[in-house]
């Protein structure tokens, strides 16, 4: 049974334990309307996302990687005309984020409980990003008492996975993923010969959109709950 087979779960945390990317979107569209006399809001959009995407090897995911590349496109689409009064306030829309509640997403807080009462499992949270944002989202959402450790890397790499099973003496075979990301969360896990749970989240980050597959380690749920029918 897989419940016998797996030892260490892995969860990632922005849109599996509590909503992020939808603050995100948020903060975007308002920044889209401070630019207005620069360009409509899909053309700011579609600048933006090219340069996070340009940022990324330098400044890594996160809400102030995120500030950064919203202030270096408004100077840019600006043609340099950009006022420090709307520098200021995209810098505030950017420190919003760095607040989030944190609030668990429906079933998590429930079904973590169920998961560490069982005793089975060494429970952790895996995700990327910058390391004290990360931390304090998990400190507000009171779920941190569910958790074994925390582990926030640069970037959910194949060797980054390695390291997560060997740090808590498990064989990939042994560790199952769970996250909403396809591109993150499931397809190196499963490549690599781990189990991963999908648990689609409503909104999806551009830069995370992926083609995705069928596969005998991996098991679609539609919410977070359903995880203790399979784990427990």
């Known amino acids: 049974?897989?419940?016998?087979?797996?030892?260490?779960?892995?969860?990632?945390?922005?849109d599996t334990l509590w909503d992020c990317q939808s603050h995100f979107a948020s903060v975007e569209e308002a920044y889209c309307r401070l630019l207005a006399d620069y360009g409509t809001a899909d053309e700011i959009s579609q600048a933006l996302f090219a340069t996070e995407t340009a940022d990324m090897p330098h400044l890594g995911y996160?809400?102030?990687?995120?500030?950064?590349?919203?202030?270096?496109?408004a100077i840019q689409v600006s043609g340099g005309n950009v006022t420090a009064d709307v520098i200021m306030k995209i810098i505030g829309l950017g420190r919003s984020l760095l607040e989030l509640p944190g609030e668990p997403l429906p079933e998590v807080a429930d079904t973590l409980s169920q998961l560490k009462k069982s005793g089975r499992y060494v429970m952790v949270v895996f995700t990327k990003g910058e390391i004290l944002d990360q931390e304090n989202k998990l400190r507000r959402s009171g779920l941190d008492q569910y958790f074994d450790d925390a582990v926030i890397v640069a970037d959910k790499t194949?060797?980054?996975y390695r390291k997560l099973c060997t740090r808590f003496n498990a064989d990939m075979g042994q560790m199952m993923m769970?996250?909403?990301?396809?591109k993150s969360d499931i397809a190196p896990v499963?490549?690599?010969?781990?189990?991963?749970?999908?648990?689609?989240?409503?909104?999806m980050w551009q830069y995370e959109v992926t083609k995705e597959y069928d596969h005998g380690h991996l098991?679609?749920?539609?919410?977070?709950?359903e995880l203790t029918n399979i784990l427990l």
Request: glycine share 10%; aromatic share 12%.
């Open 1 to 14: 049974m897989l419940k016998d087979e797996i030892k260490l779960l892995a969860f990632d945390a922005d």
């Open 190 to 203: 499963l490549q690599l010969g781990g189990f991963a749970a999908h648990i689609p989240f409503h909104v």
């Open 178 to 182: 769970i996250g909403n990301s396809f």
């Open 158 to 160: 194949k060797e980054e």
């Open 219 to 225: 098991f679609r749920l539609k919410h977070f709950g």
């Open 62 to 73: 996160g809400a102030k990687a995120f500030t950064i590349s919203l202030v270096e496109n």
